[in-house]
């Protein structure tokens, strides 16, 4: 018989790694196993539900240069990221490379409020024409309002998720992070923002 597998949208950035482990340990709870990821996917197979650690890491070199403990198993890597699976019986252990993911959510995080203050920016350099035409704002004028205030929001939002990410790492603690509605939000924003840009299109 053949392996049931399942394909979900990836949709989490990798500096959001406490919501992936998160993630990955509730699909193992409920007997989805992690087999590889694709650019935009992951891909999971049936399984019996199981209490798992997920761990990423964050380092340059091979994969077998990783010092792991115990049953730690190498699920996934992609360049600099590593996703590692244990039991949960095993103590999951400090992170071995502190110093690259703090430059990594320092990067996004100055990532995100720069993009912020862009589209700060260009609404108030827009505003003047939105505001001053004779017929009203019209679709067009709401249309490049709304896009602005998610392009805003959204960014915003990452960088102080970013911002709560690097105050941890810099303590040394984790928590369980509530993974859903930053999956949720990650899809929304975008394909709100894609819509709106549309509407103006089409205007």
Known sequence: MAEKKLRKLWSLFGWQY???????EDMAAQGWHLSRNGLFNAVFVKGEPQEVW??????KGSPEDYPKEGNWELVFNFGAAHIFRAPAAEEP?????????????LGAVAGMAIIAAAFIWNLIRTWPVIAGNPQGIGLMGWSIILAHVIGISY???LSVLGIR???????????????RLVRFLNQAAP?????????????
């Open 54 to 59: 997920y761990r990423c890491d964050y380092y």
């Open 93 to 105: 252990g400090p992170r071995k490379n502190t110093p690259f993911l703090k430059r990594m959510l």
């Open 18 to 24: 406490e919501e992936i482990e998160s993630w990955l």
């Open 165 to 179: 990410a690097l105050a941890r790492v810099n303590k040394g603690k984790s928590s369980l992070k509530r993974y």
């Open 155 to 157: 960014t915003l939002w």
């Open 191 to 203: 394909l709100g923002l894609l819509i709106v840009i549309l509407l103006y299109i089409l205007s």
